[in-house]
């Protein structure tokens, strides 16, 4: 028996069907939930760091999933939360001229 105790994707039981196992499940409540999306945000994030190229892409593609599902959970949508960041990005700019502030020196 192997204990993993943490939210999975929608097909997992039965892909562990297909295996021929029996996975043991439960649904977790709305406040749960929310804690185990955000544990696995960080598990998917602490992955990205440790992987390169398509590996690195399928993390990603993990990491925007779980995205989606928090912004659910906060009555919105993916599309919504892609829209703000949009309009932060016109705003304030984007991470893609590689900028790293050093300090700032305080005025005269």
Do not use: C, W
């Not at 959970?73 to 590689?98: M, N």
């Amino acid at each position: 028996m192997q204990v993993y105790n943490k939210l999975v994707r929608d097909k997992i039981p039965e892909i562990i069907k297909g295996n021929g196992e029996e996975p043991v499940t439960r649904i977790l409540d709305d406040k749960e939930y929310k804690l185990e999306l955000e544990k696995k945000l960080n598990e998917e994030y602490q992955e990205v760091l440790e992987v390169q190229g398509k590996d690195r892409v399928e993390e990603l593609a993990d990491m925007i999933e779980i995205i989606r599902h928090l912004a659910q959970l906060e009555g919105s949508s993916l599309d919504e939360v892609v829209k703000v960041a949009d309009e932060k990005k016109i705003e304030r700019g984007a991470f893609a001229k590689k900028i790293f502030l050093e300090k700032v020196n305080e005025k005269k």
